[in-house]
């Protein structure tokens, strides 16, 4: 289904990014950019594969995460420089302009793509991210929510664990989180035993060092860059608050959602079909120009 490799994006320092896509190249490029940091980009593999037979799907790890290049100084870890890396790719691939979604983290590394690069995007998805900050309090008083996340809080606070040892353990600890609905956990338990994590980016996240991915004034930025912007969103989502997808459509007019019901943080898990419904029906609009 997928050809993999392996692509140049940088000579000072060397890095190299593992790329998944599409084993039939059609036209009509959708480049995805995961999550984590500190994940690789097996985890939206499904359903994605279902659009490769009429889209060229591009998957790559980011820099310091699966099997892309890693080892770096840790200021080499940046949302700036993996912003850098995704152009270059683009470049290396031979696509002009593509379709970009970004799911979590990886939402804010599009947001910066598209206005670092607007000429190279086409459609921008924010998956299972949010474009405004997450307000402090913006879970207040969900139950549920403290439950199902207490025992991730307990692995980020236990001592013997570091680097991808630390990453997986609590993703595992995670997923009663970030999955919705219980009949859905197995299948996503079995997704996150093919993940290759990595430890690379928590290091200046853990030091105090990591710039944070957010640029200023993103709102009225991706407003007035014209590109049509998807906001793709689980409704019980426990990481990035749903209640930020209404404020974000008034401060973007131009912007569209789809809120998947029964579904968390890992919407695509939940609710496969309605997730890629959504994402279809807006990536075949056409293009701001």
């Avoid at 969900?142 to 040892?165: F, I, Q």
């Avoid at 338990?189 to 996240?205: H, I, N, T, Y």
């Avoid at 200023?216 to 991706?222: G, I, T, V």
């Avoid at 049509?228 to 749903?242: A, C, K, S, W």
């Amino acid at each position: 289904m997928f050809a993999e490799s392996l692509v140049p994006v940088s000579d000072d320092p060397v890095v190299e990014l593992f790329v998944a896509q599409s084993a039939r190249c059609a036209e009509r490029p959708l480049l995805v950019v995961h999550g984590g940091p500190d994940w690789d980009h097996s985890y939206l593999r499904e359903p994605l594969a279902r659009l490769a037979g009429h889209r060229r799907i591009v998957l790559p790890d980011l820099r310091g995460c699966g099997r892309s290049t890693r080892g770096l100084a840790d200021g080499a870890y940046t949302p700036a420089v993996a912003t850098t890396d995704l152009v270059r790719l683009l470049d290396a691939l031979g696509i002009e302009r593509a379709d970009v979604l970004g799911f979590s983290y990886g939402g804010l590394i599009a947001q910066r793509l598209a206005l670092a690069a607007p000429e190279r995007v086409r459609r921008l998805v924010v998956a299972s991210s949010s474009v405004l900050p997450v307000p402090e309090d913006a879970f207040d008083g969900w139950r549920e929510r403290t439950e199902r996340m207490a025992a991730e809080a307990e692995v980020w606070s236990d001592p013997s664990l570091s680097g991808p040892e630390l990453t997986r353990a609590a993703a595992l600890a995670a997923a009663p989180a970030n999955v919705w609905r219980p009949d859905a956990l197995p299948g996503y338990l079995d997704v996150l035993a093919g993940v290759r994590f990595s430890g690379e980016w928590m290091r200046p996240w853990q030091a105090g060092t990591l710039p944070g991915p957010r640029l200023p004034d993103a709102p009225r930025r991706l407003a007035d860059s014209g590109i049509p912007l998807l906001l793709l969103h689980g409704r019980q989502d426990m990481t990035f608050p749903v209640g930020l997808v209404a404020p974000t459509l008034e401060l973007i007019p131009g912007a569209r959602a789809s809120v998947v019901e029964e579904a968390g943080h890992m919407a695509h898990i939940d609710q496969p079909r309605a997730w890629l419904e959504a994402l279809e029906a807006f990536l075949s609009g056409p293009s701001a120009d």
